[in-house]
T-cell receptor, first 115, second 116 residues
Framework: TQLLEQSPQFLSIQEGENLTVYCNSS?????LQWYRQEPGEGPVLLVT?????EVKKLKRLTFQFGDARKDSSLHITAAQPGDTGLYLC???????????????FGKGTRLSVIA | NAGVTQTPKFQVLKTGQSMTLQCAQD?????MSWYRQDPGMGLRLIHY???????DQGEVPNGYNVSRSTTEDFPLRLLSAAPSQTSVYFC???????????????FGSGTQLSVL
């Protein structure tokens, strides 16, 4: 069973469209991260969300952490070709010897924005 | 700062050969880890280390060995390569900090390994 379920797995949209991708789990997390990975490179951190219900904005990207700290969403407004990439969510389960618990990643959403 | 450096960038092995993937970081991070990334499977943790002399297994440790003799280096060894180990391998590091709030993981640029 995948700890973090990401949906959709693939998304292809036209430039200028809006989109939302999701990261869901049955577990509660103390915090959650979103990364973006471009071809041939390692993932790069976009944001860390900590508080239930928290909303963070990074230019055209809006990140939300669910009230129950079990899920998160990433909304992109007016997508651009430069947004193309693999979007990964990551979390460490809450309360499990959190000092040494390594991150678990979802399988990612592969986004393609067509000009 | 160079960040996390992985070598080699590409490698082709024959079944049964051994090799070591190198990973070095210059940020004095306590925590280092190795992931493999396969199509449709996301990033899966192989081994990780919370400090020099300490290593632990992740989700998919079989066929891989690690050691952590220094803070800077965390090599990944394939003792007898198998086609199932064909993958892209990423090394990552972070300061340990307060794990209740996740620290930023810094990734290397990856090693693409093919086992024939």
């Amino acid at each position: 069973t995948q700890l973090l379920e990401q949906s959709p797995q693939f998304l292809s949209i036209q430039e200028g469209e809006n989109l939302t991708v999701y990261c869901n789990s049955s577990s509660v997390f103390s915090s959650l991260q979103w990364y973006r990975q471009e071809p041939g490179e390692g993932p790069v951190l976009l944001v860390t969300v900590v508080t239930g219900g928290e909303v963070k904005k990074l230019k055209r990207l809006t990140f939300q952490f669910g009230d129950a700290r079990k899920d998160s969403s990433l909304h992109i407004t007016a997508a651009q070709p430069g947004d193309t990439g693999l979007y990964l969510c990551a979390a460490a389960p809450r309360g499990e010897n959190s000092g040494n618990t390594p991150l678990v990643f979802g399988k990612g959403t592969r986004l393609s924005v067509i000009a | 700062n160079a960040g996390v450096t992985q070598t080699p960038k590409f490698q082709v092995l024959k079944t049964g050969q051994s090799m070591t993937l190198q990973c070095a970081q210059d940020m004095n991070h306590e925590y280092m880890s190795w992931y493999r990334q396969d199509p449709g499977m996301g990033l899966r943790l192989i081994h990780y280390s919370v400090g020099a002399g300490i290593t632990d297994q992740g989700e998919v440790p079989n066929g891989y060995n690690v050691s952590r003799s220094t803070t800077e280096d965390f090599p990944l060894r394939l003792l007898s390569a198998a086609p199932s180990q064909t993958s892209v391998y990423f090394c990552a590091s972070t300061s340990r900090g307060e794990w209740i709030i996740m620290e930023k993981l810094f990734f290397g640029s990856g090693t693409q390994l093919s086992v024939l």
